[in-house]
C-alpha cells in the first residue's frame, strides 16, 4: 500500500515531489527506517544506490584498517554475519575517520571476510568484537576531508 501522507524528515519532500524530482534526473538521499538499518545495515539511499555509513572515534589507533563488527557477548546477529549470509543490502561502505573517508564496495568487503583476510580483535566494551581489514588488502578510495571539513 502507497504511504499517501509521507514526508522526508530530511528534505521535507512528499514522496509525490520525491518522484518528480528523480523523474527529471535529481536523486534524493533518503535516511532509511531503523528496520532497513539493523536487517540490511543499509543507512541511507542515493537514487538506487544503497550506503552503509561507518563513523570512527577520534581515538581510532590504526587508520590503516577497516573494522566489521564480528562478535556480541549477547548473541545477537553481526554485520559482519548479515554480510556473509548475503543479507546485506548496502552496495557501499563509508567509513568516517577524523581526516579521511574510506569508501569500499561490498563485493569487497565481503571477498575479504570470506577468505579470512584482517584479524579479530575484542572491543574495549568487553561485549564485542571486530574483524579488522588492513586497508592494503582490500580495494578501496580514500578521499581527504578539506581544511574546512576538519575546521567544524
Keep these: 500500500m502507497r504511504p499517501t501522507n509521507f514526508k ?7 514522496l509525490t515531489e520525491l518522484e518528480r524530482n528523480m523523474q527529471y534526473g535529481q536523486v534524493a538521499m533518503l535516511i532509511t527506517t531503523p528496520d532497513q538499518d539493523m536487517d ?11 550506503i552503509a555509513l561507518r563513523h570512527r572515534r577520534p581515538k581510532v589507533d590504526k587508520y590503516g584498517e577497516i573494522s566489521i563488527r564480528a562478535a556480541r557477548a549477547s548473541g545477537a546477529r553481526t554485520e559482519m554475519a548479515k ?18 573517508f574510506i569508501v569500499c564496495a561490498l563485493s569487497d ?44
Excluded at 40 to 50: E, H, M, R, T
Excluded at 120 to 140: F, Q, R, V
Design 109 to 152: 568487503i565481503r571477498h575479504a571476510l570470506e577468505q579470512r583476510i584482517g584479524y579479530e580483535k575484542p572491543n574495549n566494551d568487553g561485549a564485542t568484537s571486530a574483524w579488522y581489514i588492513p586497508l592494503e588488502k582490500i580495494k578501496h578510495l580514500r578521499m581527504d576531508k578539506t581544511a574546512a571539513d576538519l575546521n567544524r
Design 83 to 100: 554480510i556473509l549470509a548475503g543479507e546485506c543490502k548496502s552496495q557501499l561502505f563509508i567509513f568516517e575517520f577524523l581526516d579521511c
Design 8 to 14: 522526508c524528515p530530511k528534505c521535507g519532500y512528499t
Design 40 to 50: 540490511g545495515n543499509q543507512d541511507c539511499v542515493l537514487g538506487n544506490l544503497s
